[in-house]
């Protein structure tokens, strides 16, 4: 019997460690969490300032081909990162050109299109650094490849391609990302997040299956001050939201 008991403290002891990690996080993670400050907010006229990690393109090796995938952005380090995932896609080969002509080459990868972009609250709470993760989607959830850059590299570059490498450290693919860091004033935040349809995933907010360049110029807008009913009713047809 004595094996089993250990076993159950073990147990016992690891299910109080991850409670106390979730309670320690929800102490950090609700000054930070996009959704909740926007909440709280009273005065419309404060300005935010906000990171949008924009995740356009995935390629994988073929064998991915047509499973169902999905996107995991963390803005943060491990046990204290703020989380969004995307809309679930599955890579596809390249049409063959010329009825056929053009052989498609061993080398050819699956590809998405992704489009989509992820907004947080920009703070000094979790460290500068954006990972990605590609899961199978579903459950349980089973990781296909990660990557990472600091937050640092990521605005300096504007638009960067990030090798996705596997558990084992193989390099199986590479995921096309871009930020922008801005300044935007809580009434009009609000505003711009209805107007893309973005979903509330309580830590961020997610824009998905839209084209970045959308959400880039309405923020762009925001940002500059001006924005007229002929701009909104254009991009909500554009979204087609």
Partial sequence: MEPIGISVAA??????????????????????????????????????????????RVELSPQYTGKRLRTHVKYGQKRAALRCETDS????????????????????VASAELSSTCLFLLNEIVEPVVRLTVS?????RR???????????????????????????????RVFIGCDVMEVRQRELVRSLALVCADDQSDAF????????????????????????????????????
């Fill in 11 to 56: 147990v016992s002891a690891a299910a109080c460690a991850a409670a106390a990690r979730v309670a320690g996080r929800s102490e950090w993670a609700k000054q930070v969490q996009l959704p909740r400050v926007l909440a709280k907010t009273v005065d419309g006229d404060e300005v935010l300032p906000l990171l949008a990690v924009h995740i356009r």
């Fill in 89 to 108: 896609f599955a890579p596809a080969l390249p049409e063959p050109q010329a009825a056929g002509l053009v052989r498609i080459k061993s080398a050819t």
């Fill in 136 to 140: 199978k989607a579903g459950l349980p």
């Fill in 143 to 173: 990781d296909v490849a990660k990557a990472s850059i600091s937050l640092m590299d990521l605005a300096k570059g504007g638009k960067v391609e990030l090798p996705l490498l596997s558990a084992s450290q193989e390099n199986i693919g």
């Fill in 206 to 241: 997610v824009v998905a299956g839209a084209e970045t360049k959308l959400v880039s110029e309405l923020v762009g807008d925001l940002v500059d001050g001006h924005s007229d009913n002929s701009d909104i009713a254009d991009i909500r047809r554009r979204l087609q939201c």
